[in-house]
């Protein structure tokens, strides 16, 4: 192995000399400090005799608005609005966490939990993946961390800090800790939420995706195993690999390749390259009736089957109910029966018996083939649902569950994030037929055959 | 781009009392001249990849974060012209203007090519075929592993700090609000509020790492008000945009002693070109020692 000890001699020389250095560095700023304390000291003493003629220290500039004497009253006279901007400093090392055990391990980053060695917090750290692509430190990487930063809501996610490992391309988020996801949390639950539970998370979800998208900002991959909730009910959306800035119009070409399948809008899977915030409304559709049956609702096997799974639950688009949707790349190549009597609304009242005619309502509109027919986040904490019995359930008298991320690594069994920079999704090699499962189900009375084809 | 709803971080008192430059022993005039070539640099490099001005003006930001402060990078390590332009590519990465390696290492060679630091920026303003500067193969390799390399170093020391609310709309839209938009020297005033703006980015007092944008941008109208002769309403109107007397006076008079200190600057280097690499400060160190000891 000589190639690895010349290595390890150069990495040890540059440590070395890196020692010597910070060694250098570190008597500097004691130096400095000792200075410093001295100055300080000085200075305080003499504020100290000062105090008296401390409100006239007011700078008297040339240009500057004619200097009024009433000084002393004008500053108390109105509050300006100061805001609380934080500063930055270096990233921490890595080392200053204990790792206590892994969580997850995801397409893009390994999740474990961690204690500050320090002060004994408990924390998550997210190990960022560092794909190196031609362009340097990842702008993916870049991204997830400027939108959590900038993400500040009760229920989303709070970043504490970025860390760096020895290596600077090793580098960790700095999560609170949250003992649950919903997706590991269905499934050691042996019964559904409650109505009144799925209501308060319902609220607290879309309170957050507001926000995001009041500041511009599509999430791009909601889903159960992206929901945090901690043992006190309250809810918290992670994971921000996917998501980024839009604007109104959105931008050209976005990519097509973003949100889980199961999770993922008919106007999507039809390869959409202008999307908007509809997408992550389709997400919490999906979620909705997720957290009602404690079920993924649309468990697509790949594109053409997840868009069958679609339109066997909410109907088959039209002209009339979706205009223009046959421009979507992908709908050319799409054989939809024409004149088919359409109820979505009764597929989903029949597969949700439990739930009210307002909440089937909600749940038909956010799962809309047609993107402009959703609800906003807004429209969604106005709805009827929420103030007919029973009330949401507070937030603190959620049950608690033994928390699997505090302990056994977690297996997941839903389809992972899309990978980005992958070819853009098609819908399959052959053409594909779907009126024989259709005419297997007893929903489809009405016969909604349709064929898919390679484009 | 969407404006950010978050004021901009601010530097710490100690940030700005010493630097890790200062603490390796590197004069705090000459840090002043590195820092204040640097921004320009940083400018210059942005008007020839065609950047918008915010995007030029966060890069500037970055740059400047970098080397603040004692646990901030030092001039006697990091090359200036390499944090720049790695700052510029960077923030131009995570913006819908990216640019690539190529072209910020054609322009940053083309610059470096220049006999002067002072350059004429608006002069730049017509040169279009930077982009196109030729640089060999093996060079623009070895310019490409450096630009790549120093990102992560950036990125550590601000950590991830990258955000930057700049105070160009606002200075617009407080135009609109004080109704100046029908008065006849308006699009003028406007222009000289902007141009403050952007003078205000080289500041060696770093009003941009100081100050929040909507008392840079009332700053600036205050300013280009005086100097363009439109009359502002006859109250303190730059309270109803969050900015005390107090902090108006004292940007005023830094933003007006931008053009001087860039004044000095010029007459202090001449002919010379301020130093942009570790090596160049070096030489510049040696020569003020031995001038020193024969004095
Ligand atoms: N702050 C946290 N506290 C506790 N657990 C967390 C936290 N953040 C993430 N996790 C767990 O780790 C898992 C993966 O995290 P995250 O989704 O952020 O990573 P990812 O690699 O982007 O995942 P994927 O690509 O699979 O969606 C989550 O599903 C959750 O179970
Ligand atoms: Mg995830």
Same mark, same amino acid.
């Given at each position: ?455 | ?16 009392? %010493?630097?890790? $430059? &200062?603490?390796?022993?590197?004069? #705090? ?5 590195? =820092?204040?070539? *640097?921004?320009? !640099? ?96 093996? %060079?623009?390799? $070895? &310019?490409?592993?450096?630009?790549? #390399? ?5 990125? =550590?020391?601000? *950590?991830?700090? !990258? ?133």
């Amino acid at each position: 192995m000589a190639g690895a000890s010349r290595w390890a001699n150069i990495d040890d020389l540059e440590s070395q000399r890196k020692k010597e250095k910070e060694e250098k560095k570190r008597l500097k700023q004691l130096k400095q400090q000792q200075a410093e304390t001295e100055a300080e000291a000085l200075r305080a003493k003499k504020e100290q005799e000062e105090l008296d003629s401390r409100p006239a220290k007011k700078r008297k500039l040339s240009p500057s608005p004619e200097n009024r004497s009433a000084s002393a009253s004008s500053g108390e006279k109105r509050k300006l609005l100061r805001f609380e901007a934080g500063g930055w400093g270096p990233c921490r090392n890595v080392s200053n966490f204990e790792t206590l055990n892994h969580i997850e391990e995801g397409t893009y980053g390994w999740v474990s939990r961690a204690k500050e060695t320090a002060t004994g917090e408990v924390v998550a750290l997210k190990k960022m993946k560092m794909e190196y692509a031609q362009d340097g430190f990842p702008v993916t990487a870049l991204r997830e961390i400027q939108l959590l930063q900038h993400s500040k809501h009760q229920h989303v996610i709070n970043l504490r800090e970025v860390v760096m490992g020895d290596q600077l391309d090793e580098v960790y988020l700095v999560m609170d800790f949250i003992e649950h996801d919903l997706k590991s949390l269905q499934e050691i639950m042996p019964e559904p939420f409650l109505a009144s539970e799925v209501k308060t998370l319902l609220l607290q979800l879309t309170s957050a995706l507001d926000f995001l998208h009041t500041h511009w900002i599509l999430h791009r991959d909601l889903k159960t195993s992206n929901i945090l909730l901690n043992n006190r009910g309250i809810l918290k959306i992670a994971d921000f690999g996917m998501a980024r800035r839009t604007s109104d119009p959105p931008p050209p070409n976005l990519t097509q390749l973003v949100v889980t399948l199961w999770y993922r809008a008919p106007e999507l899977l039809l390869g959409t390259t202008t999307y908007d915030f509809a997408i992550d409304m389709w997400s919490l559709g999906c979620i909705f009736g997720e957290l009602l049956s404690k079920e993924p609702l649309l468990q697509g096997k790949n594109e053409v089957d997840e868009l069958s799974k679609i339109f066997s639950l909410c109907g088959i688009p039209t002209d009339m109910s979706w205009p223009g949707f046959r421009r979507l790349p992908n709908a050319r190549s799409l054989k939809l029966p024409r004149d088919v009597e359409q109820n979505a609304g009764s597929i989903i009242r029949t597969k949700f018996p439990f739930l009210t005619t307002a909440g089937c309502g909600l749940l038909s509109s956010l799962l809309a083939l047609n993107p402009e027919s959703r609800p906003t986040a807004q429209d969604v904490l106005a709805h009827p649902y929420f103030k007919e019995a029973p009330k949401p359930k507070s937030a603190a008298l959620f049950p608690t569950f033994p928390s699997k991320a505090g302990g056994e690594k977690r297996r997941r069994a839903s389809p992972h994030a899309p990978v980005r920079g992958g070819a853009a999704p098609g819908l399959g090699g052959k053409e594909i037929d779907f009126s024989g499962i259709f005419a297997r189900r007893d929903e489809e009375q009405h016969g909604a055959g349709f064929t898919l084809r390679m484009g | 781009m969407q404006p950010s709803h978050l004021a901009t971080p601010l530097a710490t008192i100690e940030q700005l009392e %010493t630097s890790g $430059s &200062q603490l390796d022993g590197i004069p #705090a005039d000459l840090e002043d001249s590195v =820092r204040f070539a *640097g921004a320009r !640099l940083t400018q210059a490099a942005g008007i020839l990849l065609r950047l918008p001005q915010e995007i030029v003006a966060q890069a500037i930001v970055v740059f400047t974060r970098f080397f603040l402060g004692p646990e901030g990078g030092s001039l006697a390590e990091y090359d200036t012209k390499n944090i720049s332009a790695s700052s510029l590519y960077i923030i131009a990465k995570m913006s819908a203007w990216p640019k690539s390696p190529r072209n910020v290492i054609n322009v940053y060679t083309y610059l470096d090519s220049l006999s002067s630091t002072f350059i004429d920026i608006e002069e730049l303003e017509r040169k279009h075929d930077a982009e196109e500067y030729y640089v060999s193969e093996g %060079t623009f390799q $070895s &310019q490409k592993a450096q630009l790549f #390399a120093i990102e992560p170093h950036i990125l =550590r020391v601000l *950590g991830f700090q !990258l955000h930057v609310s700049l105070p160009y709309t606002l200075c617009i839209t407080y135009l609109q609000a004080l109704d100046v938009f029908n008065q006849p020297r308006a699009s003028e005033l406007a222009k000289r509020a902007i141009a403050r703006l952007n003078d205000a980015l080289l500041s060696p007092q770093l009003l941009y790492l100081t100050h929040q944008s909507p008392c840079l941008a009332t700053a600036a109208i205050y300013l280009a008000a005086k100097e363009v002769g439109v009359k502002l309403p006859d109250v303190e109107w730059w309270e109803v945009f969050d900015t005390d007397r107090e902090e108006l006076g004292f940007l005023v008079v830094g933003m007006l002693s931008v053009a001087n200190f860039a004044l000095e600057e010029k007459g202090k280097w001449g002919k010379r070109k301020v130093p942009m690499t570790v090596e160049e400060l070096e030489v510049e160190l040696e020569s003020r020692r031995a001038s020193n000891s024969e004095e």
